[in-house]
């Protein structure tokens, strides 16, 4: 695909927001845009946001942080006329996401496995002929934890999240560009950390470039 001249959306979590970096020109979309030419990189990150809706947040003050929209709740008032859409997210719903993990044969948002249906077919209809690629989370502290970020009932590690991720996108034939398989980035390496990704989960200036070289190239072989 060529990329030079292209609007494409970005959805995702903090790590789209640019949490982590000095400066937004350092996030990864900002420097895709500026290396391959792009038209618009629009970032519609927003932290601590989730793939799937949350239980009982109707009870929840309105300024409580997972009371945010969660990705099936807001993608379709992403605009109309990209390119092409990139949506990266699922380490918030390991790490404080309350939804059940569900079963592939869910369609309803309010498991993670049927908001994995959800948003993905819901992009396909909003953004019909148009690329949708799916990123996985990155490696990041406590990811071997079944329990998340001291979530009170056990929904799984994180690569359990991503396994689903890759299942449900295969099965809508999305591509995926496998950040927890390729990205080089595991912050339990000592020395990894300190320079890609200070406090575990959020990837530096070093380690959003990391992420642009590798999605540029991935969108430029569609």
């Known amino acids: 695909m060529k990329l030079e001249g292209l609007k494409i959306n ?5 790590i789209t927001e640019g949490v982590g970096t000095s400066c937004h020109e350092n ?5 895709l845009k500026r290396e391959a030419g792009l038209s618009e990189a629009r970032n519609y990150g927003i932290g601590g946001t989730r793939f799937a809706l949350q239980s009982g947040t109707a009870s929840r003050p309105k300024d409580d942080y997972v009371d945010v929209n969660s990705f099936s709740e807001r993608f379709d008032k992403m605009d109309d006329d990209a390119d092409a859409v990139v ?3 699922g380490t918030n719903d390991f790490g404080h996401g309350d939804a059940p993990i569900g ?7 309010e498991t993670f496995y049927g908001a994995c249906h959800y ?18 989370p990155l490696h990041r502290w406590n990811e071997l934890s079944t329990k998340g970020d001291n979530k009170e009932k056990e929904y799984g590690d994180l690569k359990k999240y991503v396994n689903i991720i890759r299942e449900v996108a295969e099965y809508y034939s999305l591509p995926v560009l496998d950040l927890y398989a390729i990205s080089g980035m595991q ?5 990894i ?5 200070p406090d575990g989960l959020h990837p530096s200036d070093e380690g959003n470039a990391i992420i642009a070289g590798l999605l540029k190239s991935f969108l430029e072989r569609l």
């Not at 079963?103 to 948002?109: I, L, N, Q, T, V």
């Not at 396909?124 to 949708?132: A, C, D, E, F, Q």
């Not at 950390?193 to 990704?197: E, Q």
């Open 187 to 191: 912050p339990e390496i000592k020395e």
């Open 87 to 89: 949506v990266f997210g």
């Open 10 to 14: 970005f959805l995702g979590d903090s």
């Open 119 to 136: 948003l993905f077919a819901g992009l396909i209809r909003k953004y019909l002929g148009k690329p949708i690629v799916i990123m996985t």
């Open 27 to 31: 996030i990864f979309h900002a420097v």
């Open 103 to 109: 079963c592939f044969e869910d369609r309803s948002p």
């Open 193 to 197: 950390r300190a320079k890609y990704m």
